[in-house]
């Protein structure tokens, strides 16, 4: 092989390692919804007592169930033969595959007479088998008699509608995604082929990623759900996206200095190295802070996220660069960089921008900052208060409606009541003391004929003796019917009194059931909060002195990331509240969105923090600012509006959790892009000064006089 038919060999063969190896793993993330995990178990806090409850109650039914409730409503009134349908389509139910054995409570029909209830127990193993009993329990429905509203609804219903919303993640999220990157990429560059090559290697690099969580998954050394799903695809892409652009532009700037396209990537890809690699593990490590968390949808989201943000930035270090310096300047037609023609980073936008700062640097940061301390001060209207279920998703759904008809006609909940674990000998004073608490339900509705009402409160009984409590190990369990809906604030107030007056009767008594695992969730994720937030805060910082070889710069940047981070929220809680109108937000989502802006918004920071250094090496402090600021203004632009943009598509999935972290993660990404990167940092800065590398060598080799001009933002 000839010595100039060298260069081209290493770049092929990587691509073809990428295609044939990385290509068949991308089968994997259309099949990552084989190993979801998207029930209450995956999300309960390890150490609570609700988790304790249930491990006790599968020990009781050999099985985990979930209840499900079929509605039935007619607005006239019920009729006979309303209540003749019913019996049998209860009948009918029984013998649908994924209902207990005996799991089909009897049929309740509400006092005002215009509708009923059955309450169905159903194997819950995993989320796919909740999803296709859901889907037949719906399908003998359909034979309800004409005009009787007949629907499933109730936990099993509500997990069934969110299984199949998170069913969009598989392709639609993906796709919608993918073409809005692709349309922002076309619109940027202007070329029809870069789009192409930087999608191939964010795809690809998904592929990777999902693979090696699918195996993981599958040897349950992690957990994965629909959130999780969700926010890896689209973070893969948009990371992926990202640090790809970087290089492009370092590789667009060389190719107008050097002849060869070898000699142009090879000082592009050592210039755009230390901020990907920077960049990347510090957006992983902060990921695997989540590790700490005691909720295992939040240690499951560490991983999945990190391993999804490794996989972009190997394919953008290796894939990615291969393909450009085959392409060359083709990568960029129809408008290529020629060699020797000018850079244009002092012109434009970014030009006018840097020579602002120059000038009115303090008074630039300074209005910036007390802006956005204002909009950071509404955070405290940001509304936490408990979400019911039902109200978690955009769309009109089947287990909704059947929520609302039964809010309507019955006061209590009797699919999901309160269970409480306690040793056998001290039954009959819990159910003493439950019969007597005010959240506790009396009396609800009325059997239809054939049908028994159970009591509100009751233990499980014997089978041997229906009389007696079952007894397992020393302890029985007793059910106790909520008052108020058992996704309520109301109901959540009532099972924290409820164990604050069974610890005075025994400490070891557990309450559990779904209205407990609500409340200890939301109990762990404020805990998680209060570790978690200060741990990520420290890890960004040490990566910051390392990379950056200061103090007084890592802690400008901490400072001015955490008031973005402020800020946006302060702005979603106001749009939250008076425009979306959305009820409330659940208190993961604030650390969720801490994790992804605080890490991937310093990555803006340190793209143009380290060209600000290696500049400032050459130029000097101010000029180095200055040139840092022009030259890397575009590319960071870009990268935050196609960030924003992936993650604007999560609002494609009609759940309320994902749609709030989209517009967050969004929002906070264009304002930490175009105002903290462009306008709060630079300025800071330059006002700064050479103090910001104190206390490296950099800050002692600077000269106090550095030269305050624009002159060194010609090209070098």
């Known amino acids: 092989m000839s010595r100039r038919a060298r260069p081209w060999v290493l770049p092929l063969v990587v691509i073809l390692l990428w295609l044939f190896v990385g290509g068949p793993l991308g089968s994997f993330a259309g099949r990552l919804a084989e190993v979801q995990e998207n029930d209450n178990s995956s999300f309960l806090p390890s150490s609570a007592e609700s988790t304790k409850a249930l491990d006790v109650l599968v020990d009781f039914q050999d099985e985990e169930t979930i209840p499900t409730t079929l509605v039935f409503e007619r607005a006239g009134g019920l009729t006979a033969d309303d209540l003749s349908a019913i019996e049998e389509l209860s009948g009918e139910v029984a013998d649908v595959e994924g209902v207990v054995d005996g799991g089909v409570g009897p049929v309740i029909e ?28 719906r399908a003998v429905l359909e034979d309800a008699p004409e005009g009787l509203t007949a629907l499933v609804g109730g936990q099993g219903g509500v997990l069934g509608d969110f299984i199949e919303a998170f069913g969009a993640i598989d392709g639609l999220l993906l796709v919608v995604a993918l073409s809005v990157v692709f349309l922002i990429l076309v619109v940027v560059y202007r070329t029809p082929i870069l789009p192409v090559v930087v999608l191939l290697s964010a795809v690809l690099s998904l592929g990777v990623a999902s693979a090696l969580i699918y195996a993981l998954a599958t040897a349950d050394l992690l957990t994965l759900n629909g959130q999780s799903q969700g926010i ?28 060869s396209k070898y000699d142009a990537m090879r000082i592009a890809y050592r210039q755009a190295l230390e901020p990907i690699l920077a960049s990347g593990v510090t957006v992983i490590l902060g990921l695997l802070c989540l590790l700490l968390s005691d909720l295992a949808s939040l240690r499951g989201l560490g991983p999945v996220g990190a391993i999804g943000v490794a996989g972009a930035m190997l394919s953008s270090l290796t894939l990615l660069p291969a393909a450009l310096v085959l392409l060359g300047r083709w990568a960029y037609w129809p408008v290529r960089p020629r060699y020797g023609s000018e850079h244009t980073d002092t012109k434009g936008l970014w030009g006018k921008m840097a020579r602002l700062i120059s000038r009115r640097a303090r008074l630039v940061w300074s209005v910036t900052f007390a802006v956005l301390l204002t909009a950071a001060a509404f955070i405290v209207t940001l509304n936490e208060e408990q979400v019911p279920q039902t109200e978690l998703f955009l769309t009109e759904v089947d287990s909704v409606a059947a929520q609302d008809i039964l809010d309507a006609h019955f006061t209590a909940d009797t699919a999901s009541p309160v269970q409480v674990v306690v040793p056998a000998e001290e039954v009959g004073e819990v159910i003493a003391l439950l019969s007597s608490h005010e959240g506790i339900a009396t009396s609800e509705g009325q059997a239809a004929p054939g049908g028994q ?12 003796d229906p009389t007696q409590p079952l007894v397992e190990d020393g302890q029985a369990i007793v059910l106790a019917t909520l008052a108020d809906p058992a996704d309520s604030a109301a109901a959540i107030d009532t099972v924290r009194s409820l164990r604050t007056d069974l610890d005075q009767i025994d400490p070891d008594i557990l309450v559990g059931g779904a209205t407990a695992i609500n409340m200890d969730v939301r109990d762990t994720t404020d805990r998680d909060r209060a570790l978690v937030i200060p741990v990520i805060l420290v890890v960004i910082f040490l990566v910051l002195i390392v990379l950056l070889r200061s103090v007084v710069a890592p802690a400008l940047l901490l400072v001015a990331n955490v008031l973005s981070f402020g800020s946006t929220m302060g702005i979603s809680a106001l749009l939250f509240n008076h425009v979306f109108d959305f009820p409330a937000s659940d208190p993961s989502t604030v650390l969720i969105a801490f994790v992804f802006l605080v890490a991937l918004g310093i990555d803006y920071s340190i793209f143009l923090m380290t060209r600000v250094r290696e500049e400032s090496i050459r130029q000097g402090t101010h000029p180095g600012i200055l040139k840092g600021l022009s ?7 870009s990268a935050g509006v196609v960030l924003a943009a992936t993650f604007a598509a999560l609002g494609i999935i009609p759940i309320l959790f994902l749609a709030q972290i989209g517009f967050i993660v969004a929002f906070g990404v264009l304002l930490d892009t175009l105002v903290v990167r462009s306008l709060l940092v630079p300025a800071l800065s330059y006002d700064v000064g050479r103090w910001i590398w104190w206390p490296g060598r950099l800050f002692r080799e600077q000269d106090h006089a550095d030269a305050e001009t624009e002159e060194m933002l010609r090209p070098h």
């Open 110 to 137: 509400s006092d005002d007479g215009t509708a009923a209830q059955v309450v169905v127990q159903v194997l819950a193993e995993d989320g796919e088998q909740v999803e296709s009993a859901v889907g037949d329990l």
């Open 631 to 637: 030259a890397t203004g575009g590319v960071i632009t």
């Open 453 to 464: 009402v159970p009591p509100p409160v009751f233990p499980i009984p014997s089978p041997e």
């Open 232 to 259: 890896l695809f689209i973070l893969a892409v948009g990371a992926a996206t990202d640090y790809s652009l970087l290089i492009v532009a370092r590789f667009r700037e060389e190719l107008r200095d050097l002849s």
